[in-house]
């Protein structure tokens, strides 16, 4: 069936520093990719999405890409602050987005040290 | 503009029990879902609505769960008689498109 990989399952990195996550889907056909962070005792929180027909997509701090041949989708923190330490998911969907079925990855654990 | 609820915010239950969650989405989503993560593993889809139709079921685990919303509104899910492996954290999502998820908080659903 289909499924996302997501690596690494955790991540600690200084403050100021970069952190990168990485996923890979399956499903060609997958054509909407959001990006949840989970912090400790809340719901996934929506931070970014990227759509098929695009490349690159940046937000402040945060930027994802996708390389749809690879089946690749990365996020990118830039400046990290330990405000972002939290879990991080990824997720594609099942088919075209019309379906609204997302398929996650494992899941990251980003710790930002001060 | 208020987010999703859920209730309760944690459950324990025994073996062979049933429980109900219930799921209030962001007034004016007709899209709502039904998600699940256990055991710190992925967040695995359960079900979708579109107002009061089951657009797609197919992540439901077997016939102990019913999954209704009466009125295209609130959303209830029913484990009937609980298992331990049901144990883990419910969400609940609402969208006004199926692009959009907004999740709820969850329930933690501990069955002994």
């Known amino acids: 069936g289909e499924n ?3 690596h690494p399952s955790t991540l600690s990195v200084q403050e100021g520093d970069s952190a990168v996550i990485k996923c890979t889907y ?3 056909a997958s054509n909407y990719f959001p990006w949840y962070k989970q912090e400790l005792g809340k719901g996934p929180q929506l931070i970014i999405d990227i759509r098929s027909n695009v490349g690159e997509k940046k937000d402040q701090r945060i930027a994802v890409t996708l390389n749809k041949t690879a089946k690749h989708f990365s996020l990118h923190i830039t400046e990290t ?3 972002d330490s939290a879990v991080y998911f990824c997720a594609a969907t099942h088919g075209s987005s019309n379906t609204g079925k997302l398929i996650f990855g494992q899941g990251t654990t980003l710790q930002v040290k001060p | 503009e208020a987010g999703v609820t859920q209730f309760p915010s944690h459950s324990v239950i025994e073996k062979g029990q049933t429980v109900t969650l219930r799921c209030d989405p962001i007034s004016g989503h007709d899209n ?4 699940r993560r256990v055991m710190g593993k992925e967040i695995k889809f359960l079900l979708h609505f579109v107002k009061e139709s089951k657009q ?3 992540g439901m685990p077997n016939n102990r769960f019913l999954a209704e919303r009466t009125g295209g509104t609130y ?4 484990v009937q008689p609980a298992e331990l492996e049901d144990s883990g954290v419910y ?16 329930t933690r659903l ?3």
Do not use: I
């Open chain 1, 26 to 28: 399956s499903d060609s």
């Open chain 2, 75 to 78: 959303s209830t899910l029913k």
């Open chain 2, 91 to 106: 969400f609940c999502a609402s969208s006004r498109t199926p692009r959009g998820q907004f999740f709820g908080p969850g």
């Open chain 1, 81 to 83: 602050q330990p405000e």
């Open chain 2, 56 to 58: 797609d079921e197919s």
């Open chain 2, 110 to 112: 501990t069955v002994l």
């Open chain 1, 4 to 6: 996302v990989e997501q």
């Open chain 2, 32 to 35: 709502l879902y039904w998600y």
